[in-house]
C-alpha cells in the first residue's frame, strides 16, 4: 500500500498505512460491506492481541516477583512493561477521547487545499507530506532494527541455554526477547516459541510506530493549517487600492480566515486537552528510558560471545528513543513558533488598504494572534524543542545516579 506520489497525495497518507495495520482505522477502506466487516473482524483481532501482549508481560514479571527470581531478570521484564504499559496507555487515550474523529477533519482539509488555486499553499503542503513521511521511515526503520536484535539476540541465548540443559542435563530458563507468561515449558517447545515470538514482535512495531505517528500527524496538520493561514493573511488583499465591490469581497475573504483561525485555535486547545497527559507520561519516562539504556551500554561485557548483538541492540533503542521524543518535541514546537509568527504575517499583509470595519478585523485577529498556541506537558508548561533538552540533561543526571 503505497501512497500515491501525485499533488492528490494525502497528509494522513503514510500514518494510515499503520492505522490500518494496527485496526485503527475509522473510515472506509471500500465500498463492500463484506470487506469492511472483515476489516472489523480484523481490527478486533489486533486489538486484542495488543491487549494479550501487554497483559502476558505483567503477568510474567508478577511470576518473577513471586517465585524470587533475581533483581537483574525482574528489572529488566520491568523495562519491557514500562515501555508496553506507556503503549497501552495511549492507545486507551485515544479511544477514550475519540482522537480517530480528527482523522476525518484532516481527509477533509485534503480536498478544500487541493482544491486551492495557490501553488505556495501546494508546496508547504507536499514539504509537510514528506516530513510525516520522513518520520514514518525513521520510526519503523529504528523500531525494526531495535526488535530484529532483540529477537536475534533472544534466539542466540535460547539455543545456547538450549545446549546448556542437554549436556548437563539442567533445567536454566533463558531470560530472552518478550518475556509472557505461558502455560508450557517454552524451551521444549521451540517452533511454538519463535512463532509467538514473531507475533509479539510485529503487535510491538505497529502499536508503538502507530501511537507516535497518531500524535505526531496531528501536530503536524495544526502547523500546517497555521502555515496556510499565514500564506493567505499575508497575500489576499493584494497591492492595488480597492473599489467598493473588491472591498465587499475582501471582507469576506477576511471573515473566512478569521473563521479558519478560530477553527485552529480551537482545535489545537482540543487536542492539548486530551493528550496533555500523554506528553506529560513521554517527558517523565524518556529520561529514564534513556538513562537506563545508557547504563546497559556503559556496563556492557566486551567478553561476552553475544556482545554484538547486545551493543547493537542497546545503540539501535538508544536511536529509537531519540527519535521518538525529538519528534514529539519538534512537531509541538513548530505549532507555537507557526502561531507566533501569524501575527507577522497579518502585519505583512496590505492592511491598511482595507476600511475602517477591515481594519478593526485585522487589528482583532492580530491581538488574538498574540497568545501563542501550545502543547503543555500535562498541567505545567509548553512541550518545546528546550523540553527535549531538559529530557537529555535529566537523563544525564540519572546516569550519574546509576553509576553509582
Known sequence: MKPSKTKKAQLISWT???MIGGGFWNQPLSKSYIGEKVYFCYSIFMKCGCLMWWSM????????????????????????????????????????????????????????????D??????IYRKNIKL????????????????????????HIILKTVEHNRAFNDTLEAHAMYETILPLNKLDNLPLLFTWQA??????????????????????????????LQIRSK?????????????????????????DHQYIIGFVENLNSRTRYIVLVEFILSSFDLASVSVNLITLDFSSNDI??????????????????????????????????????????????????????????????????????GPFGAMTTTSVLAILKGAYSYVSIMKK
Open 132 to 155: 510525516i513521511k520522513s518520520y514514518v521511515l525513521a520510526l519503523s526503520v529504528s523500531t525494526s532494527l531495535c526488535l530484529g536484535m532483540l529477537d536475534v539476540s533472544g534466539i
Open 199 to 228: 507475533y509479539l514482535a510485529v503487535i510491538g512495531l505497529l502499536y508503538n510506530c502507530l501511537t507516535h505517528l497518531m500524535f505526531a500527524t496531528l501536530l503536524v496538520y495544526a502547523a500546517t493549517q497555521i502555515q496556510i
Open 235 to 259: 497575500n489576499f488583499i493584494g497591492t492595488e487600492q480597492l473599489s467598493d465591490s473588491d472591498m465587499k469581497d475582501k471582507l469576506l475573504v477576511l471573515k473566512d480566515i478569521s473563521k
Open 57 to 116: 508481560m505483567v503477568a510474567e514479571l508478577l511470576r518473577f516477583v513471586a517465585y524470587g527470581y533475581t533483581l537483574d531478570v525482574i528489572l529488566a521484564q520491568f523495562g519491557l512493561v514500562i515501555n508496553a504499559s506507556k503503549i497501552m496507555f495511549k492507545l486507551i487515550v485515544y479511544i477514550k477521547e475519540n482522537l480517530l474523529a480528527l482523522f476525518k477533519d484532516i481527509t477533509e482539509k485534503d480536498i478544500e487545499i487541493w482544491n486551492l
Open 118 to 123: 495557490n501553488e505556495e499553499i501546494h508546496t
Open 308 to 377: 554484538a548483538g547486545q551493543l547493537i541492540f542497546n545503540l539501535s533503542f538508544f536511536v529509537l528513543l531519540s527519535i521518538q521524543i525529538s519528534i514529539l518535541g519538534w512537531s509541538c514546537n513548530e505549532i507555537k513558533c507557526e502561531s507566533e509568527e501569524l501575527a507577522n504575517a497579518l502585519y505583512a499583509s496590505n492592511w491598511y488598504l482595507l476600511n475602517p470595519k477591515g481594519q478593526k478585523m485585522m487589528q482583532i485577529m492580530m491581538a488574538r494572534a498574540q497568545k501563542p498556541l501550545i502543547m503543555t506537558i
Open 16 to 18: 494510515k498505512i499503520f
